[in-house]
């Protein structure tokens, strides 16, 4: 039973695509994130979501747009892709809003060419 | 900015030795979390450790956190090679709404050789 799940697991596009990651948690939890971990490992929060409430923004380009259909559910939209966001997306999901223990999915490889 | 470095970025170790990462934060913090990162997949929790105590213990793990000096370290005692992978820290810095984000370090890679 997989707990958080991503797909794509690999992305591979080209520049100025619009393309989705979808993410969904079967742990029953309130909280979502999207987190971009670059090349150097470095892994910076974008995105929180609290049941389906926008809670964290922080400072991405309005070409990332995220979507909660439910709070089981957040997907990333990225819009007119460039070099730069090439990187691995990681979603991840709490019980507690305020900064408890967060399950990580598998994370899905972009690549944009 | 980045709250936390963990140090060293790299340490390689002879399985059965004991690995020890450091992490140092800038601001205060509710709690404190370690996660390991192996190769080519998703972070998984480890051990969290509350901003009012100073040391906890999960089988081979012991994590110590001192929030007059602002660090924390992550102990593993007797290391295999499966402990192999990325060891990073995480804050929670509190915010005037209470925590609401971790705040990731860069990582330690720790290699564990047969």
């Known amino acids: 039973d997989t707990a958080v799940s991503q797909t794509p697991k690999y992305l591979v596009t080209q520049m100025g695509n619009d393309k989705s990651i979808k993410c969904e948690q079967n742990?029953?939890?309130?909280?979502m994130y999207w987190y971009k971990q670059d090349s150097k490992k470095f892994l910076k929060i974008m995105f929180s979501?609290?049941?389906?409430?926008?809670?964290i923004n922080e400072t991405v380009p309005n070409r990332f747009s995220p979507k909660s259909p439910d709070k089981a559910h957040l997907n990333l939209h990225i819009n007119s892709l460039e070099l730069g966001d090439s990187a691995v997306y990681f979603c991840?999901?709490?019980?507690?809003?305020?900064?408890?223990?967060?399950?990580f999915g598998p994370g899905t490889r972009l690549t944009v060419l | 900015s980045q709250q936390g470095e963990e140090d060293p970025q790299a340490l390689s170790i002879q399985e059965g030795e004991n690995a020890t990462m450091n992490c140092s934060y800038k601001?205060?913090?509710?709690?404190l979390q370690w996660y390991r990162q192996n190769s080519g997949r998703g972070l998984v929790h480890l051990i969290l450790?509350?901003?009012?105590?100073r040391e906890k213990h999960s089988g081979r793990l012991r994590v110590t956190l001192d929030t007059s000096k602002k660090s924390s370290s992550l102990l593993i005692t007797a290391s295999r090679a499966a402990d192999t992978a990325s060891y990073f820290c995480?804050?929670?810095?509190?915010?005037?709404?209470?925590?609401?984000?971790?705040?990731f370090g860069k990582g330690t890679k720790l290699t564990v050789n047969p």
């Open positions: 742990l029953g939890h309130d909280t």
């Open positions: 979501y609290n049941n389906k409430e926008l809670i």
């Open positions: 995480a804050t929670a810095p509190i915010t005037q709404g209470g925590s609401e984000k971790l705040v």
């Open positions: 450790i509350r901003s009012n105590e």
């Open positions: 991840a999901s709490s019980q507690v809003p305020k900064v408890g223990t967060q399950y």
């Open positions: 601001t205060s913090i509710n709690n």
